[in-house]
């Protein structure tokens, strides 16, 4: 599922994602309370979760997520680059963490690596 309000780059996700045929996207959303109710709805087993979505932040998100849709793994996609802010992130139970900078490189990794039982975080985070 692939959750983000931007919708030129929501796109850029999406075709990445085709890049790979076992990858199918379920679904697509831009709205935080919409992501929740979704998540619960179709339990996928990966989330792209953007940060600043309208309605319901992505940390929010997150956070219920966590509770309607546990075996769902969050990967957030965002602007925010704070070595605390990505810790936070990965204490509410993402798995991963791309700059949405780093994402033309890291998004298939990231997805590998989740999907491999592994933590992925963009760029010099992963130290």
């Given at each position: ?99 949405k900078t780093h994402a033309e490189g890291d998004l298939l990794m990231a997805i590998d690596a989740i999907l491999s039982g592994r933590l992925f975080v963009s760029g010099a985070q992963a130290?």
């Open positions: 599922m692939v959750v983000e309000d931007f919708v030129s780059f929501r796109n850029f996700v999406c075709s990445k994602l085709k890049q790979r045929p076992e990858l199918q996207v379920i679904c697509e959303v831009s709205d935080g309370l919409e992501a929740v109710q979704k998540a619960e709805e179709l339990q996928p087993d990966l989330i792209l979760l953007d940060i600043g979505l309208p309605t319901l932040n992505g940390i929010e998100v997150a956070r219920r997520v966590r509770e309607l849709a546990p075996k769902s793994k969050i990967i957030f996609l965002s602007q925010e680059t704070s070595p605390d802010f990505v810790k936070h992130a990965l204490v509410l139970g993402a798995l991963g963490y791309i700059f130290k």
